[in-house]
């Protein structure tokens, strides 16, 4: 059995690093009273000292993706071509979610928003609905567009299989998709999309970080990305019961990605009801990490790639610090810029090699094995009848 990581495996990873290369700022268009946000400014990410490799990167994979699946990657392609969209269009992404106590025996109920910032003409974007025969939603001076209808025709568009995904889309009917403005787009509950909007027009008060979380936001050299959640409120909502026995005590929870001139850096902190649940969760989150430290531990069959990534990885883990100050639990992790250059040169490699392999395995499938007599007297087109002679 090979040694090497899985090809799926090492394209989360990829997805990861990606992703986290992605600034803290007001949360215009998230309603006030969401109860945990997320932000992603691939703008401040430009300006990381990993954005070019990250760009390169995501070329290589977009080639092999082309590679895998060809037929997929023409449509795709030629869908962002309607809708005018760029693979790096994309600017900020904020993101919301509210959980209120459900009625009766109902569950808690979940309310999603979302603010995207991309490359996207409202007229294109309003035009494919239409032809696409997605519901409208008339929301005051605007029109919006049914989100699970409009999913689905995206994804016709894409030709893919709906048949899953469309009752997954369910949950999407009471939503609404909007663009205000041009590269715009807001996903809300349709009975908020109103407030949403007025969000975004700042009539409304939007999302904004408690004092302690954008303390730890603006500490943070070039961040860029947040999220924020109000674990108490949240599970207030999903299962006020658990309060009673809860043993944890978790307040909230703020996560910020950035990087300073030589690290790439991680931080995060973490409040509690209490100094004692604050120390027992920083003593389980050092055991955690030491378990977690086992998993990079070679093995005599590991090849040169496998042994790379899991001394980095290693490293990485060694490297998180975890302090408690009175009720709260701050994780801190500084990974040097110069390694994660090498790091992405080597996943950079490691795609490369993906692709030619795929490259091959086209190859193989694409020539036919030489066939027996037999089989080409068995594959040869039936002779028609010779016609019959009249006298």
Known sequence: MSSRPSSRWFLCLVAWLVALSAHAEPLRGIPANVDAAVHISYD?????????????????ME???EQLDPVAAKRNKELLNRLGLKTDGTHIIKLGVRIAKGEGEEGPDYSFYGVIHLDLRKSAFDTFAKEQGVSPVVIGDLTGWEG????????????????????AMEVLKDYAVVMPEDNVLILSPIRETSTTIACWRNKKPSFELPASAQA????????????????????????PESLKT?????????FVVGEDAKDFLMRAKVSFSDEAKAKTAAQEITSALTIGNLATVEA???????????????????????????????????????????????LGDKVEQMAREAAEVTKENATPAPASVEDEEMDAPAKAPAPKKTK
């Open 63 to 65: 080639k092999l993706g």
């Open 216 to 239: 730890e936001v603006t500490a943070t050299p070039l961040h860029h990305t947040q999220i924020y959640a109000n674990v108490r409120k949240i599970q207030e909502a999903v299962d």
């Open 148 to 167: 699970s209808k409009l999913v689905i025709a995206l994804l016709k568009a894409l030709n893919q299989d709906i048949g899953t995904e469309e009752s």
């Open 300 to 346: 005599d069959e590991d090849d040169a790639d496998t042994k790379y990534f899991k001394s980095e990885a290693a490293d990485f883990l060694a490297g998180i610090k975890t302090t408690q100050d009175g009720a709260t639990v701050s994780i801190r992790s500084a990974y040097s810029l110069g390694r994660a250059k090498v790091l992405f040169g080597k």
């Open 246 to 254: 809860d043993k944890l005590g978790l307040k909230d929870v703020t």
């Open 44 to 60: 401040e990410a430009a300006k990381s000292q990993l954005h070019p490799l990250a760009v390169a990167l995501q070329k290589r």
